[in-house]
């Protein structure tokens, strides 16, 4: 019997200890919790569902990709926002159709339709407002006028066909309202969830160490204050260089005055939209002006103008491998040019 009474007494032991090893490898787990809070702060991205007007989306690629939407066609969307390289064409700012430079870097038009807003300065309410300013920007696509953008579409037969089956109840459907409803309509397809939606929606083996790390970063550090939701940012205003003046760290040529160009408001100074971090890995240089190439310096500038953190090379480091889980390209025969009418 004291055999008995000795033996339980020692499993009971190992038991304690057992269960004690398993509490302190818990509480030693630097991620416990870290998937939790990140579900509070983003939301999944989810793939675009299929169109309900196939015809519409169609056309809309045919515009997005055609030189004839500028002046001397030498220019198309995809020119300044190529599909093949992340919706953006990698340069400070893009050229125009005369030869021109514009004045802001081209935001990439990856999963763009899920912004509040669209441009840098938010003077558009969604991408199908937004498809129109370009086209008739004279340093941009340099088109005239409506009707002479109207006028060329209508002389091609192709065209004609495509319009009709976009807008099958429409008498006269080639108009430039249908115009920018067609490249809109392609441009909600753009949407391109990554690895990182995978751990949001419950795979814990999604991420690997060094990102779980840079996530941890992320959301201790206070990025996730601006940029969070399903974009990681895009949904709200705010200055840039709450801590300091930006081009004292980005070294831009210009100074942009931002927002305040728009509204004219002294509290819009500085002020813009916040870039989302989808693809951003993909979408360099970095900023409203394209000034910064490096996203490791990216990430520095804004802990210290946003955060007035200074921010260790390991941390930058950390985050940017975090960010990196957000790239995911599109596929291929999305990407590509279509045959044109």
Request: overall charge negative; glycine content about 6%.
């Amino acid at each position: 019997m004291r055999r008995l009474t000795l033996m339980i007494a020692i499993a009971a032991l190992f038991a304690a200890c057992n269960n004690q090893s398993k509490e302190t490898k818990v509480s030693e787990n630097p991620y416990a919790g870290l998937q939790k809070k990140a579900t509070a702060v983003f939301a999944v991205l989810h793939k675009a569902d299929t169109p309900e007007n196939e015809a519409l989306v169609k056309l809309g690629k045919a515009l997005y990709f055609d030189n004839r939407l500028s002046k001397d066609q030498t220019e198309s969307c995809n020119t300044c926002h190529n599909l093949a390289t992340f919706g953006v064409d990698n340069k400070p700012v893009s050229m125009g159709d005369a030869g021109g430079n514009g004045t802001r870097n081209s935001p990439t038009t990856l999963n763009s339709a899920l912004n509040f807003v669209q441009f840098w300065d938010g003077r558009s309410p969604d991408v199908e407002d937004q498809a129109g300013g370009p086209i008739l920007n004279p340093v941009e696509m340099a088109i005239p006028s409506e009707e002479f953008l109207i006028d060329r579409l209508s002389k091609i037969n192709g065209y004609v066909e495509m319009f009709k089956a976009a807008f099958p109840e429409e008498e006269s459907p080639i108009t430039y309202d249908n115009i920018k409803k067609a490249i809109g309509a392609f441009e909600r397809t753009l949407q391109t969830p990554s690895k990182f939606d995978n751990y949001l929606a419950g795979d814990s083996t999604a991420l690997a160490d060094n990102e779980l790390k840079g996530l941890k970063t992320f959301l201790d550090e206070g990025c996730a204050t601006c940029h969070s939701g399903v974009l990681l940012g895009g949904s709200m205003f705010q200055k840039f260089g709450l801590f300091g003046n930006y081009w004292d760290y980005t070294h831009s040529a210009v100074i942009d005055s931002g927002r305040y160009m728009v509204t004219h408001k002294d509290a819009d100074m500085f002020v813009f939209k916040v870039p989302m971090l989808r693809n951003v890995e993909g979408t360099y240089p970095y900023f409203h002006d394209g000034s910064v190439k490096s996203l490791e310096e990216a990430v520095k500038i804004m802990a210290k103008t946003e955060l007035n953190k200074d921010f260790s090379d390991e941390q930058s480091k950390a985050v940017v491998d975090f960010l990196k889980t957000l790239t995911a390209p599109l596929p291929d025969d999305v990407a590509a040019a279509p045959q044109l009418p």
